[in-house]
């Protein structure tokens, strides 16, 4: 079955950077959209960036300016570099990967099991 496997996260100063990194595992569909989503407590789940198979990238508005998404198919990992952290991006980070394209909606049928990010 699918799998997703998040890591990365952590404890970060303001202004520090990260790298997480989305493991997926018997994805077979050779079309994909895969994606970030972030969750802070007591908020709704917000999506930041997604890539599809044929490499194009959509991102949050707000969010494009210190987001990157990649992905590297070889070692089919789905990775987001964060710059610039923000106490306000704290939050729980999950990627997400579906055979069809949702954009930033949380209608993605796979998910990992999230990575928490803490900025202070």
């Known amino acids: 079955h699918v799998q997703l496997v998040e890591s990365g996260g952590g404890s970060v100063q303001t202004g520090g950077s990260l790298r997480l990194s989305c493991r997926v595992s018997?994805?077979?569909?050779?079309?994909?959209?895969m994606g970030w989503f972030r969750q802070a407590p007591g908020k709704e789940r917000e999506g930041i960036a997604v890539?599809?198979?044929?490499?194009?990238?959509a991102y949050a508005e707000s969010l494009k300016d210190r987001f990157t998404i990649s992905v590297d198919n070889a070692k089919n990992t789905l990775y987001l570099q964060i710059n610039s952290l923000k106490p306000e991006d704290s939050a729980t980070y999950y990627c997400a990967a579906d055979q069809f394209a949702f954009g930033l909606s949380a209608q993605y049928r796979y998910w990992g099991q999230g990575t928490q990010v803490t900025v202070s």
């Open positions: 018997e994805f077979t569909s050779s079309s994909y959209c």
């Open positions: 890539i599809d198979s044929d490499g194009d990238t």
